[in-house]
């Protein structure tokens, strides 16, 4: 994904900061001990994303309705059941969550509704059997959402139905209007999500949904630009789902990383645009990204008493 979006295509300065960036992020990824482990699934976890990806999914499709909108309604409203249903949890609002995002994926990548299903199934699954993995880590439910659509969109493929993925997404003009919302989106879902207790899903969903609705209803706000808009608030709310403990100096690092986001995505190619779940892979990338730099600045300060010294 990263090869395909960042460097295939880019200019040779664009391609040499995308290796800089991948480099961090396999410092991020080395630095990041408590990787978590694979658990036994729940039955309930795909087909709570399942359900999510359908309701997703119609609402874009059959009422043609903004797929960021749909896929932050659909978590919103997740969110807020598995807090008001008895017997639910509030570690419910994951799958279906991840199932939303999916159900954002568009039409020309899936042309069937049963292949967006089949991918929220997949998803939902893998959303169970790693949600102890990489705990805190803003970006995850999304990457895992992309997975379950690549394969999804892979099998769909094999047998003569998958669609054409490589929708672009249109920044033009408002590149540093990307770069605003998205270094003031990060910070302003991780102080709603663990600051105010609202949790991550809602922390990110109900801003987003409301981002979304008032562009919808002010379209001239966007300049036409509200996909490239709310694309922007929507992933970087997902690094603003990183839990504090996982960002020394959270505070700072949180809106380095949203910008850092808005920045991979006025780079981001056409190779996987319009398959739910790749603004959270790209948010996953950039707190990597940010944890391997502050693990290299730590590393390089550990290192210089010793150097001086010889």
Do not use: C, N
Not at 132 to 156: D, F, N, Q
Not at 199 to 221: D, E, N
């Amino acid at each position: 994904m990263f090869v395909a979006s960042f460097i295939v295509g880019h200019g040779t300065l664009e391609s040499i900061g995308a290796g800089l960036v991948a480099i961090l992020v396999l410092a991020g990824l080395a630095g990041t001990s408590d990787q978590g482990h694979i658990v036994a699934p729940r039955v309930e976890d795909p087909l709570l994303s399942l359900a999510a990806a359908a309701v997703a999914a119609a609402e874009v499709r059959l009422l043609k309705a903004p797929p960021v909108f749909s896929a932050a309604l659909v978590g919103a409203l997740g969110g807020m059941l598995v807090r008001l249903v008895a017997g639910a949890r509030d570690h419910h609002g994951g799958p279906i969550y991840v199932g939303a995002f999916v159900g954002g994926t568009a039409a020309a990548v899936l042309p069937s509704f049963a292949w967006v299903l089949f991918a929220g199934l997949l998803a939902g699954a893998f959303w169970s059997v790693s949600r102890e993995a990489w705990v805190g880590i803003g970006g995850k439910m999304g990457t895992l959402a992309l997975g379950g659509v690549l394969i999804s969109y892979g099998v769909a493929a094999t047998l003569g139905s998958g669609g054409s993925p490589g929708v672009p997404l249109d920044a033009g003009g408002v590149a540093g209007a990307v770069l605003v919302i998205a270094a003031l989106a990060a910070p302003a879902t991780g102080a709603l999500a663990f600051s105010a207790g609202w949790g991550p899903v809602l922390g990110s969903a109900v801003p987003t949904a409301l981002f979304a609705l008032l562009l919808l209803l002010a379209p001239g706000l966007a300049g036409g630009h509200a996909g490239a808009l709310t694309v922007a608030w929507f992933g970087a709310s997902f690094v603003g789902m990183t839990a504090p403990a996982r960002l020394p100096g959270y505070v700072v690092l949180l809106p380095v990383g949203g910008l850092l986001y808005g920045a991979l995505l006025l780079e981001f190619g056409t190779t996987l645009s319009g398959m739910g779940g790749t603004a959270g892979a790209t948010a996953l990338i950039a707190v990597f990204a940010v944890r391997g730099a502050v693990a290299l600045v730590r590393g390089l300060r550990a290192g210089a008493p010793a150097s001086a010294g010889a």
